[in-house]
T-cell receptor, first 113, second 115 residues
Framework: EDQVTQSPEALRLQEGESSSLNCSYTVSGLRGLFWYRQDPGKGPEFLFTLYSAGEEKEKERLKATLTKKESFLHITAPKPEDSATYLCAVRLMNRGSNYKLTFGKGTLLTVNP | NAGVTQTPKFQVLKTGQSMTLQCAQDMNHEYMSWYRQDPGMGLRLIHYSVGAGITDQGEVPNGYNVSRSTTEDFPLRLLSAAPSQTSVYFC??????????????FGEGSRLTVL
């Protein structure tokens, strides 16, 4: 069964303490891996798309990377406003539709001042 | 900019009741979809539409109906609510040429409780 696993489930950092979130997938035929940010009581907000191993994308303090089996979301010198749940999703080649995404359960990031 | 608007934000139903969750977007997006989010689980796709008059099932379609008569609106209907449908529901849209990039625009969610 195709799976998307995010780790850790929760992460507490001090402001300025860099770290990484992980998204691993046991799927074949990856057609894209996507990162979203979700604030409490809000809908997810799109961050990045990655298509192939070695690809990297950056936005402010966030950098997403992709290997053949996992993706990392690196957070450099985080600030309290980076606190949110970060979701990972994949789109697969053979799921009957180009429009179906499989989401992980998310990582709850808390950045303390 | 309104973006994706969902109503109601909160709803409590009794088992067997019916209701419709509304979703409207003002961005002229061809693609619209409904997801549910449950504790300890990832977002799961219920139904989606790639344009007016075109809908298809997602991962968990049972118990839900949809229709797409206009580009702007994509309502989700629960014909006979069950406690298992207690969840937070999100509507998402995307331009037709960007949906494959995963660039979805989500509404703020509708929290449904079925007693």
């Amino acid at each position: 069964e195709d799976q998307v696993t995010q780790s850790p489930e929760a992460l507490r950092l001090q402001e300025g303490e860099s770290s990484s979130l992980n998204c691993s997938y046991t799927v074949s035929g990856l057609r894209g891996l996507f990162w979203y940010r979700q604030d409490p009581g809000k809908g997810p907000e799109f961050l990045f798309t990655l298509y192939s191993a070695g690809e990297e994308k950056e936005k402010e303090r966030l950098k997403a990377t992709l290997t053949k089996k996992e993706s990392f979301l690196h957070i450099t010198a985080p600030k309290p406003e980076d606190s949110a749940t970060y979701l990972c999703a994949v789109r697969l080649m053979n799921r009957g539709s180009n429009y179906k995404l499989t989401f992980g359960k998310g990582t709850l990031l808390t950045v303390n001042p | 900019n309104a973006g994706v608007t969902q109503t109601p934000k909160f709803q409590v139903l009794k088992t067997g009741q019916s209701m419709t969750l509304q979703c409207a977007q003002d961005m002229n997006h061809e693609y619209m979809s409904w997801y549910r989010q449950d504790p300890g689980m990832g977002l799961r796709l219920i139904h989606y539409s790639v344009g007016a008059g075109i809908t298809d099932q997602g991962e968990v379609p049972n118990g839900y109906n949809v229709s797409r008569s206009t580009t702007e609106d994509f309502p989700l209907r629960l014909l006979s609510a069950a406690p298992s449908q207690t969840s937070v529901y999100f509507c998402a849209s995307s331009p037709g040429d960007r949906v494959r990039t995963g660039e979805l625009f989500f509404g703020e969610g509708s929290r449904l409780t079925v007693l």
